[in-house]
């Protein structure tokens, strides 16, 4: 029954022949892999004006120069990945270029900052996308961490049934909102320059809270700069790419920059030409939207729309990525192994499942608000960036491939910017949330190197190709042992197993209580069997105890070569709600036996009697 | 380490003959067996006036009549049960009366009546002693659920340590108990002689929302009768009195009834005197311990203290009762055997744990409100007062002792007495919550006679006695199947067993990933050990299923006195948390293997590897 309703709800198992790998054209690609990056419009300006207005209303305008200089810091490093598509045209993403270019060390630190990333990604995004819907349906907006929730779990479970990541699905809703932007930045821009700017309706100003020192401005820089989150999407999925892939590729990033510098510069000029103020509850795309379309239009809910659509497909892109890594990651031993699995519907199951956890979790611990992730965000994606960038540098001095020079200078470029922007974000985010992820990132690194510590020891051990521990050696003699509690059939059949393997069987209970043993020495006797029946004190009235006693004594004069087998009734009862009506004695003994970790041969034998009725 | 723990918890385990058997004097019987009689003086005129004052507060003069009517009722019961002690002196209560005399139906009917008041003695007790202490401090009030909870998990703990049923421990409370209320009541008297009495603060003047009609008047009756509520206990405990046991107990019945009449009938007096309405927040006992001693006054706290005390002793009460019957109704095969297990403190600590679990979630699900407990209370303790009333005729009718036409007398006239007050509360109270324990008891015999099935059938299906089942067969042929998933020491090791056991071995392994078993298949080429390999393929990638699926057609191709043996490897690793990286591949094997109920013989074997480093 369970399989069934698993079945219903994930779909019926695929062979693995049914893999199919779609190449992508140009148009489709930028569908697939440009969501993340141009999503993060929808809420970077935002994050922007909310540092800056706490120097009062008046500081707004700085937000114009802010994102100037987070526009260029933009055009490097998207230079710096073009390049990058080039030089590295397998793709990998920052994982692989830095294990392989900065030693496994390196490695790790940019596995961590994605894994980070990608979990932060969806509550991010997942929480953006409720902020697009609550801001034009404000009688949702105290479901937020709810409908944030559900999101993620329809995507979760989208996943688990493995959503082909069809670029027709996706062409649709990101044309869609490249178009509902673009047409909202030119109606805005042409009703500006007319001078018909219907002025949002005027808020109360906001008083000064903090001075607007430089340390507010790095800070709203720092915010702005999740404008940059995912960008490199499209350069570590070269391979995805109609040949011929790297030149497609980076003509599909350059197209990406583009619309992303434009997107990004329109909305927060067209901000602060419409007197737009970040207040809870409306999103500032919102108020924009509202502002030029006016309240109500279509227009209006054609852009929230296709926001909150565009931000749940960014979430979605995670659920490839995430998983694509951890079973990298898996498979290199830096995590369990588990995570290579590839589910009986073609997917990471594992990976899938967990990121959904955490994401929910994040979503549900910071109550649903972009603006508390955003400080966690930008750090685990700059320092991805700068080690992709520094290992590109490094790629670039060993092969000395023509035009290395070339690359060098903006690939370090790209390196010197992101790293720079890193230490910023760093310093100035560090309060806010940024310690966070700081703190995190060693203990991730940490659990890398033990899990691979432990499958490095493992396989020393099981090897048997290892000379410094002894081989198993066969079996020269059986030791047999039959714990019972009563005479009856499931310890017949046990003892008749038990005689087949050895003539050295004894029969042990434990006196619980003194009338039921005397009944079963009684039946002992009946039985005239020939193996010897044992009984065992308990004066705390446990059965555990005295048996792994007596066993460990048993274990220990064992001779070499000495097997001692530990022969188990165990009777199987018709309905699993009959388990409540039964001490889980054999069952409990098992565990006990096999976690107990002798240095003897003591091997466990389970004899199932099956009852048909009851 | 757990272990460690739950000896700091518990205590270090008792020896068996460590159990003592404490006799009791009249002085100690009276504090050990009447705190739940006694107790429920707390509540009784409460939850009357509570009904009453539903027609206004005029209505508040008829709780004088109907308190002298349940005090008779009172005088009746105790007079009854006095003759059921001479009659009946191994006690054994209402379960074992009606099962003996009765027929197992209604000892079912009754056992189901009692767990349920075990259950509510713990919840009303609990609730009422926490409404004690928050009258005294009412800012503890909003914290009245967490303050149960509490109350409830220290009586569990201190159970499960085993509290000895000491007479002294129970003297002093109860003692006090009695001491302070006759202190207020004859206090409170004298004033009302001479005049003297202090009016509580007067409330506004509540208006009828129910017309004063019979059933209501019936209702306030039904609520007061919760007075009559731990009656029995004395009778049920006959044994742990000195000798002469029966007289002893009698006298202490006779004591204890007539301070129970006293108390409640001057608690009632004088709430009418004193003119105390009930309100919400403080309890009738404390409004009237207010008014006679005075706001402040030490002696008002000691009343509210030792009513606190008291109750909470009536709840531990139920903690020797509930496990006490529940192992006896477990030894009859009515109830999980595994309730009649004595733990390593002598007590039952199932039985304790799971009170303890359903009294918390039932003060939780009513809110910590007394009288929202109450209609569910009163229909258990009559139907079972009932049934041993009645159990007592047939018992006198059956063995006509002497006196034994004066005894059918006395009992009957009981049986009739609670079997129309138990009419009575039913119906009065069937909206209020009592439907729910109606519904529950019908439910809950069903569920002892389902039990009961099952452990028949178990017991004749295992007996080698039951002529119809063929008896096990000793083996004649090992047939052995080792499944692999590579070549290491754990399957050499297991291999090396299975070759002990038969020359007729196949190791098996599923093909998930092609190199990987290629691999397999050059080692084991290396190995060169003359058992044959056979590799199943897996199309969906599942490891399982194959395997199952071989195992069963192996399984059906066995023939008579064949026994297949399943022979899994299984690596140990050093630490628990280990078992995270690793697929429990062998585990979901075992257990698949041991519940999917084959008809041929097969036997699972366990060759454990243990792992000492990593």
Known sequence: ???????????????????????????????????????????????????????????????????????????????????????????GGAYIISKENLGVMFGLVAGAALLIDYILTVAVSVSAGVAAITSAVPSLYDHRVALGILFIVLITWGNLRGVRESGTIFAIPTYLFIVSFLMMIGTGLARAMTGQIIRAPVRETIEPTHALTLFLILRAFSSGCTALTGIEAISNGVMAFKPPEARNASRTLAAMATLLV?????????????????????????????????????????????????????????????????????????????????????????????????????????????????????????????????????????????????????????????????????????????????????????????????????????????????????????RVIVPISGVHRGTLKALHYARSLSDDVTAVMVDVEPEQTQRVREQWEELNCSVPLVVLPSPYRSVQGPLIRYIDQVSASLGKGDTLTIVLPEFVPKRSWHYLLHNQTALLLKATLLYRRTEHNEVIVDVPYYLYEG
Do not use: C
């Not at 809420?43 to 209303?57: D, F, H, N, P």
């Open 1 to 91: 029954m369970g399989l069934n309703v698993r079945r219903l709800l994930v779909g019926s198992p695929l062979e693995t022949s049914q893999a199919v790998h779609e190449r992508l054209s140009k148009v489709k690609a930028l569908a697939v892999f440009s969501s993340d990056a141009l999503s993060s419009v929808a809420y970077a300006t935002e994050e922007m004006l909310l540092v800056l207005v706490l120097a009062g209303t008046g500081a707004l305008a700085l937000s114009w120069p802010i994102a100037l200089a987070i526009a260029t810091l933009l055009v490097i490093v998207a230079t710096s990945y073009y390049q990058g598509i080039h030089a590295y045209p397998s793709g």
């Open 262 to 478: 434009t997107m990004f510069l329109g909305i927060t000029w067209l901000s602060r030409a419409y007197g737009i103020v970040p207040v809870e509850g409306e999103t500032v795309v919102s108020q924009l939207a509202r502002a030029i379309f006016g309240d109500g239009s279509p227009f209006y809910f054609l852009v929230q729309a296709t926001t909150a659509f565009i931000l749940i497909l960014a979430a979605n892109t995670s659920f490839n990525g995430f998983p694509r890594l951890a079973s990298l990651m898996a498979r290199d031993r830096f995590l369990p192994r588990q995570l290579t699995n590839l589910g009986d519907r073609l997917v990471f199951s594992n990976g899938i499942l967990i990121l959904g956890g955490m994401a929910a979790a994040l979503l549900a611990l910071f109550g649903g608000s972009t603006h508390a992730l955003i400080p966690l965000y930008a750090v685990g994606v700059f320092l991805s960036f700068t080690l992709a960038q520094v290992g590109l540098v490094r790629h670039s001095l060993r092969e000395r491939e023509p035009g290395w020079r070339r690359n060098i200078i903006i690939n370090g470029t790209g390196a010197v910017a992101t790293g720079v922007v890193l230490l910023v974000i760093a310093i100035t985010k560090f309060i806010h949330g940024a310690w966070i992820v700081i703190v995190l990132m060693p203990m991730l690194v940490r659990m890398f190197q033990a899990i691979h510590h432990h499958y490095q020891m493992v396989r020393r051990q099981l090897s048997i190709r290892t000379p410094d521990i002894p081989l198993p050696q066969p079996v020269r003699h059986h």
